[in-house]
């Protein structure tokens, strides 16, 4: 199972969502790894999981770049995936420049 924390202004206070006492508790129960860094970019259509191709168009252009999580088919309507955040930007910008350009 992976879990996905955005922390991007969870807490006016700078506090951290994910606490010792969480990360204990957690691991009680599996095996827990927090990779940091990361970047959540989603593709968002209407009933894009039917769309023939998509996956093959998307990672092609995403070839150049580390994907660490992809997240396809539990809704039909996006796909998600990690990037190391320095590479959100060029990921996005080349994702909008061969599928809508």
């Known amino acids: 199972m992976a879990l996905t924390l955005d922390t991007t202004g969870s807490t006016s206070t700078g ?3 994910l606490t010792q006492s969480l990360l ?3 691991s009680a129960l599996c095996r827990v790894e927090v990779e940091e860094g990361l970047a959540l970019v989603a593709l968002i259509g209407n009933d894009l999981s039917k769309a023939c191709g998509v ?3 998307v990672f092609g252009v995403l070839e150049p770049f580390n994907i660490r999580m992809i997240c396809y088919g539990a809704s039909s309507h996006n ?3 990690l990037v190391p955040g320095e590479d959100a930007e060029q990921v996005v910008q ?3 420049f061969n599928l809508f350009e």
Do not use: V
């Open 15 to 17: 506090d951290t969502l």
């Open 94 to 96: 080349k994702l909008h």
């Open 55 to 57: 996956g093959k168009e």
């Open 79 to 81: 796909l998600c995936f």
């Open 24 to 26: 204990m508790e957690l």
